[in-house]
């Protein structure tokens, strides 16, 4: 890790003097569209360049250090106002004017930057969900939980602290996730992990819908999540942000403090989270030792100049989760291993009980944009060491996994001419794992893989035409292993190629409506747990057996969208179709090691399609009516049955009141419901169904200024009505009787109130 960190420094320094470019000035103003008058405030950003400016008291800005050549696209953005996206060219356009529209109700209108080419979402073929920042704050216990609220958004969950993310039906390793543009590689395989990202870096997500291989390669058939970091403050600035909260259900506490500022483009950010809880409570009560702890850092350090930009970011993850193997007395009340009933004081105990899992991430990466001529050179690094070990009765581990990963991924951008977008990239991956511990799941493995893709986007005045293809290699080499005498892992050695595509098409019908589609192929190779397991999983208690003979996935994906932005009315419906050819999972068939049910990994064929919908109304100003939709269908057509583990359909709609009240900004008050419908498509050899259920919340909140400092304030309040139910993706629903003693049978969390605030500070205005 320090020969890595002083490497990458060491590029830091010197790529200043490696590349060069002439040095330009941009300004402009931002007005409104209708009276003329200035929008002080707003925000001009050119998000490949990772800049950023906020237009003075007359409206104007003023953007240093940019190239004197090349396009990029422009975001301009104004609350109350409709956001515009607009390519600009740096050697032709130095004095620009925005002019912004007034809005009820916030557009599409904004930049994609996960896809290969950034672009605005109106003009981006791939389906894409935005989270913004005030979304992120919303309670929640987890960055995959805040992130489930969306249309076509589930997640896995082993209790509060774990989550995995699920779009349109598909998880695990079908779902990638990149931070600072790097492929996050840690245990996504795992049932009972989360990801190892701290929440509250994110400054925005985009969650990519769809098969996504043509840009990341192996793993994206069911999607992409993009977290993405703030971009860098104005020249001169220094500031940050406070925030804090406390949960009721588990005593959840978390704090985050962050700061960031920009001298002479040398700029910089650090930030420190901290989070702990102790069990959850059911509406029949508390779950023992189901309590966390999780400790984040993470920072950046990095020039912003004519040239482009070089980003040095790292970060640590640390969390510990308790576990607990239900057993139960005589009249049905949890005990502890010495059949004892657990008191108050047990069950609100912050340090945790054995046994539990340390859960520990680091992650150093290197991003940078060099401008070369009329195109740029996208070149991301990175190295990660995942960590998990599990504690059965002491702090020493009796299960220690370590895996070590370096991700390289370049893109040249040509450069726009006469509406044609060009790209061309190549990727490698590298991964290295080894057992430290007595107890072993998964075989010691290598993993090698390498991939390269050609891209051409055509731009008309109302549409926008997408293709591309890419080749992919990758290698597993798992290692044998004999434990007592007896052999434990067979070795295995395995390569796997393929050739992925895709074709888009958008159109704008009108200013207001718009239509996209997408057709995709997309392929993920088997992961070493899926070829050699061979061992308990402590949190999900079941024996898996893996299948060295397992083929890559395989898949073919049609989705359509037609949306609607009007002054009152924001709606949009899609549907899509993703068959699955090969698909890899894990199945029980009767059999039983150490009174645990065993699930062997096999492949089938299998089609998921279904739909997703949104309808915003804005009638007046002080109400917001929001309500959205998703469903999926998903059927293992070898044996004609459906897929287990999928979620069930959702319906939220939420009411949110915002008057206008003297001395406060953003007053709100916010009503909600999420009714979940019945899963009963489930697979009956090793699934229940799940009923539907509806859950109320609400939430207020309001803005203050003590002096000239803001605070936000907010009380979120879930499952209000302390509902019991059993969500269709939990870990902990009942499971069948004839396959374990276990029967978990254990309710999702019960009634939640969060008190939170949010504090953004400048400690220096920009120059």
Not at 711 to 728: E, Q, R
């Amino acid at each position: 890790m320090q020969k890595i960190i002083i490497v990458l420094t060491v590029l830091l320094a010197f790529v200043s003097n490696v590349f060069s470019g002439e040095l330009a000035v941009v300004s402009g103003k931002v007005i409104d569209i209708q009276t003329g008058k200035p929008l002080p405030g707003a925000t001009v950003t050119i998000p490949d360049l990772r800049i950023s400016v906020n237009a003075d008291q007359s409206g104007t800005f003023k953007l240093r250090s940019v190239p004197a050549k090349g396009q990029f696209l422009v975001e301009i953005r104004f609350i109350g106002y409709e956001t515009v996206t607009k390519t600009v060219d740096l050697s032709k356009d130095t004095d620009w004017e925005f002019a912004l529209k007034p809005t009820l109700i916030e557009t599409r209108e904004v930049v994609i930057t996960g896809t290969i080419s950034s672009g605005s979402n109106k003009r981006n073929s791939t389906s894409v969900n935005i989270i913004n920042k005030d979304k992120l704050l919303l309670p929640s216990s987890n960055i995959i939980d805040a992130l489930a609220k969306s249309p076509g958004i589930s997640q896995v969950s082993t209790g509060p602290s774990i989550s995995k993310p699920v779009i349109r039906g598909l998880s695990y390793n079908r779902v990638v996730t990149i931070d600072n543009g790097i492929k996050q590689e840690g245990q996504q395989w795992g049932d009972e992990h989360g990801i190892e990202i701290d929440q509250f870096k994110a400054n925005r997500v985009e969650v990519l819908k769809g098969a996504a291989s043509l840009i990341y390669g192996s793993d994206a058939l069911g999607g992409v999540i993009n977290l993405l970091e703030p971009i860098p403050v104005p020249e001169g600035e220094i500031s940050g942000e406070f925030l804090s909260n406390y949960s009721s259900n588990n005593g959840l506490t978390s704090s985050s403090l962050m700061l960031t500022g920009n001298q002479n483009g040398i700029v910089w950010r650090g930030r420190g989270t901290y989070k702990n809880a102790y069990s959850f409570k059911t509406p029949t009560g508390y779950f023992p030792n189901s309590g966390f702890n999780e400790t984040d850092f993470s920072g950046m350090i990095g020039l912003n100049k004519s040239w482009g930009y070089s980003h040095l970011n790292f970060s640590s993850f640390r969390n510990n989760i308790g576990f607990y193997e239900p057993s139960f007395d005589d009249q049905g009340n949890y005990v502890d291993e010495d059949g004892g009933l657990f008191s108050k004081d047990d069950l609100k105990n912050r340090s945790l009980l054995y046994p539990k899992q340390d859960i520990r991430h680091y992650k150093i990466s290197l991003n940078n944009n060099f401008v070369i001529g009329s195109g740029n050179l996208k070149l991301d690094l990175g190295y990660q060491k995942n960590q998990r070990r599990e504690l059965e009765d002491g702090p020493d581990p009796s299960l220690f996994f370590n895996l070590n990963t370096y991700t390289g991924d370049a893109r040249y951008y040509i450069g726009q001419k006469n509406g044609w977008e060009p790209v061309f990239g190549a990727s490698t991956e590298i991964g290295h794992s080894e057992n430290r511990g007595e107890e072993f799941l998964i075989p010691a493995y290598d993993t090698y893989g390498v991939g390269a893709f050609a891209y051409l986007k055509k731009n008309w005045e109302h549409s926008t035409f997408n293709m591309g293809v890419r080749y992919d290699f990758r290698k597993n080499v798992g290692k044998s292993l004999i434990a007592d005498g007896e052999p434990l892992f067979e070795a295995f050695h395995n390569q796997f190629s393929n050739i992925s595509g895709a074709l888009g098409f958008t159109h704008k019908f009108t200013e207001k409506l718009n239509f996209k589609t997408n057709i995709g192929s997309a392929f993920r190779a088997p992961n070493p747990a899926e070829l050699g397991s061979n061992g308990e999983h402590e949190g999900t208690f079941r024996y898996e057996i893996g299948n060295s003979n397992l083929q890559p996935e395989r898949s073919y994906q049609v989705d359509a969208e037609l949306a609607y932005d009007g002054d009152i009315i924001n709606a949009s419906a899609s549907i899509y179709n993703n068959y699955i050819h090969d698909f890899i999972y894990a199945a029980h068939h009767g059999e039983f090691i150490d009174d645990l049910p065993v699930y062997n990994y096999g492949q089938v064929n299998a089609n998921l399609y279904g739909a997703e919908a949104s309808l915003v109304l804005h009638p007046v100003h002080f109400i917001h009516f929001e309500n959205t939709f998703g469903y999926t269908h998903a059927q293992n057509t070898s044996l004609d049955r459906p897929l287990s583990f999928i979620p069930a359909g959702v319906l939220r709609n939420e009411l949110r009141y915002e008057p206008e009240i003297q001395h406060v900004q953003e007053p709100f008050v916010s009503v909600g419901i999420a009714n979940y419908f019945k899963q009963n498509r489930v697979d009956e050899e090793f699934e229940t169904p799940t009923a539907g259920y509806t859950l109320l919340n609400a939430s207020v909140g309001a803005t203050f200024f003590a002096g000239k400092q803001l605070i936000k304030i907010y009380i979120s309040g879930n499952n209000l009505l302390n509902k019991k139910y059993y969500d269709a993706l939990s870990r902990y629903k009942p499971g069948r009787l004839d396959q374990t003693d276990l029967s978990l049978g254990i309710y999702n969390p019960g009634r939640n109130i969060t008190f939170g605030v949010y504090v953004p500070f400048i400690l220096k205005h920009s120059s």
